[in-house]
């Protein structure tokens, strides 16, 4: 971060569109830890990613019998939007942002009273559970309380099937059109904000590279309606499968990043540079 806090301050009032990414990083201050950061989760016991690989969590009962236990356990149905929530709400009331991307899973954005039409949940939520068989969708507190009455692997009470939070794990595909959304605000944005994520994964460390690629036609800023509905029809929102990093990027670390489309500018390739990789913030 070389700009100080007036200058950004100045970007977010001249912004026409500005457009949130936010990552773990963002809740830690509510009482969620992260996952790779210095006390994550998976920083401190890598064994506990399998939990959030859907490979694992298919294959093997125990990891299931964890994984519910966590979601038991887990900080997220108590925890409380902190002033970065906030912060973001206060941008939405004055006009200024127009798409929220989050990595999170914890729905801390909606509690904090984001607009649901301006989130993009990117990796699922946890307040529904859903069978990977059959496809059944449910609220989570009922399954939760399931597991509390003594089944420690709730199947799916239609089919049979396993069961899990309707978050996208490691080995899942992104939903389709949630990824569109997101390429498309960030391709329309001039103000980017990164907040709390390690930019580490794909394709959600791709969308600040969008927006820096991106360019929108003069005149057109100002277009009403959804402001995440399609300007243009992009390349590249191809389905992405989510897996674990392969490697760290340098030079990219957490806190409010900026970049300003540029324009004009060449049309915009493929969405992202590297391969999509995929990157969730699973419920452990
Ligand atoms: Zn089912």
Redesign the pocket.
Known sequence: MTADLDTIAGWLRDARHVVALTGAGISTESGIPDFRGPEGVWTKNPEAEKTATLQYYLADPEVRRRAWQNRLRSEMWTAAPNPAHEALVALERKGRLHALVTQNVDGLHHRAGQDPGIVVEIHGNVREAK??????RGPMDAVLARVEAGEDDP???????I?KSATISFGENLVPEDLERSQRAAADADVFLAIGTSLTVYPAAGLPEIALRGRRPPGRHERPGDPLRPRRRRRGARPARHRAPRARRPGVSGGARRTRARRPGPPAGNTAGPPPVGETRPLR
């Open positions: 069978c990977v068989a059959c496809g059944w199947p799916c009470e239609r089919c049979g099937g069961l």
